[in-house]
C-alpha cells in the first residue's frame, strides 16, 4: 500500500507592494493575504496591475528589464525574497499559469510535464515519472482522456487539453501556490467549466490566484476577491478586498460594485 503524505497547505501574505516600470509607477503599496488552501480572484480593469502583482508574488517581475518593486512577499511566514534563496526555489514553490496555453507544442504530452520537473533540476526515475505524469494529468483533469495519447505532442490537443496540460506540468514540482493570469480567457464556455472544475478541486491542496474579467467565473471560484484599480494615471492599488459574497452583495465601495455589476 502507498501512503500519500497530506498536502502541506501554505498561504501567501503581500506587504505593501509597489511596483515600478522605470520611473513609472504601476502599484501603490497593495497588501493582500491569500490563505492557505483558498481561491482568490482578483479582479479590475485592464492596466491596473493585476498581472504585474501576480508576476511580483512568484519573482518573474525581477526579470523584466527596468523593473523594480518595494515591499515584501511571504510564502508561509517565509520571504519569497530572501537573498539566500535561491529563484528557481520560488518557482518549484509558486507555478504560474497564463492566458494563452503554452506546452511546448513538438514535445509530447508526457514529455510536457516532466518538462515541469527539468525546469528546476530535479531527477526521477522513469517509475516515479510515470507515477507523476498519471497524478499530474488527473489532477488537470486531462486523465483518462489522454492515457492512450502520451507520446503525441502537446501542439495537438484542443485549447482546453493544452491548458490543461500546462496546468499538469506546473502541478508537477509539486507547487504550494499556482498563479492563474486569466486562464480561461482563451477558452471555449466548455472548457472554461472543466477548468474551473479543476481549480476547485485544485484548492484543496494547493492555494490559487487567479486574474479574470469574468465577474461570473471570479463568483464560482473564489472564496476571496481583491478589486484592483487604477485611477486618471495613478498607480495600480487595492480598492477593496474581502470574501467574494461580501464584495459581490455587499462592497464598502461604490466603485468595487459598479464594477462587479458592468456598470464601468
Ligand atoms: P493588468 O494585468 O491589470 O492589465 P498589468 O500589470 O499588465 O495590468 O500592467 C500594469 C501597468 O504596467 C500598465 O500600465 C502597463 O502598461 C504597465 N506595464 C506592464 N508590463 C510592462 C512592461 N514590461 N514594461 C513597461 N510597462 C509595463
Ligand atoms: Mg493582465
Known sequence: MTLTMPPTLASLDARSISA?????????RVSLVMPAGTVTALIGPSGCGKSTFLRILNRMHELVPGAS????VLLSGQDVYDPGRKLTDARKQIGMVFQKPNPFPAMSIYDNVVAGLKLTGVRARRSEK???VRECLTKAGLWPEVKDRLRQPGGALSGGQQQRLCIARSLAVRPKVLLMDEPCSAL???STRRIEETIA???HEVTIVIVTHNMQQAARVSQQCAFFLAEQGTPGLIVEAGPTTTIFDSPTDSRTSDYVHGRF
Open 20 to 28: 515600478w516600470f522605470g520611473a513609472r509607477k504601476v502599484l501603490d
Open 130 to 132: 510515470d507515477d507523476l
Open 201 to 203: 478541486e485544485l484548492a
Open 69 to 72: 518593486l518595494a515591499g515584501e
Open 188 to 190: 471555449d464556455p466548455t
